[in-house]
């Protein structure tokens, strides 16, 4: 019983210091993303009030967007996050792994962590739907339509019947992200 305890303290423990990760490493993005805009405000912008409000505009539109949406146009932030990020998965496969082990430890964030799983399966897959593509790339439905409907460079998708069920190729929407930061 003593080590059962000891297990679940060290793992609440880990999965605290995970939580605090990734929150730090999305403040940190969000900061790598906003000061790029404070420098090209400060090129365009002599006038501090001009500068204010641009950057009080800033802060409102990017108040409720994910952090996919936030450095989804910022090199620096991409691959500042795509080396972060595979540090944080290693570390939340280990916790998980032990974790699983015991059925009766119950820690709410690792029990969310669940679906971590679920974008894994996704992602194997060659085809996936707008709620998936959702999930995965954090982009709403109505993002995709806007991204879709652009005309230049659209995102790549299959619609066999006018008005049916839109779907993507897994690949190609890889490589079209890969060419939207080059």
């Not at 990734?22 to 993005?29: A, G, R, Y």
């Not at 146009?73 to 939340?92: F, H, I, P, R, S």
């Not at 659209?154 to 930061?181: C, D, H, L």
């Amino acid at each position: 019983m003593k080590e059962k305890n000891e297990v679940k303290l060290k793992l609440s423990q880990l999965a605290e210091k995970l939580e605090e990760l990734k929150n730090e490493q999305q403040d940190i993005l969000k900061s790598i993303v906003k000061d790029d805009y404070l420098q090209k405000l400060n090129t365009k912008f002599d006038d501090k009030s001009d500068k204010d409000f641009y950057l009080d505009i800033y802060d409102i539109a990017y108040e409720d967007k994910t952090i996919g949406d936030i450095i989804s146009n910022n090199k620096v932030a991409l691959d500042y996050y795509n080396q972060n990020v595979n540090t944080y998965n290693t570390l939340l496969d280990f916790a998980m792994d032990i974790y699983k082990l015991y059925d009766d430890i119950k820690i709410d964030y690792l029990d969310n962590i669940d679906s971590k799983s679920r974008i894994e399966k996704i992602q194997a897959k060659k085809y996936i739907s707008i709620k998936e593509f959702e999930e995965i790339y954090g982009k709403s439905e109505t993002s995709q339509q806007g991204l879709r409907g652009r005309l230049k460079d659209p995102i790549p998708y299959r619609q066999i019947v006018k008005n049916g069920a839109v779907t993507y190729v897994v690949e190609e929407i890889e490589k079209w992200f890969s060419n939207q930061y080059k």
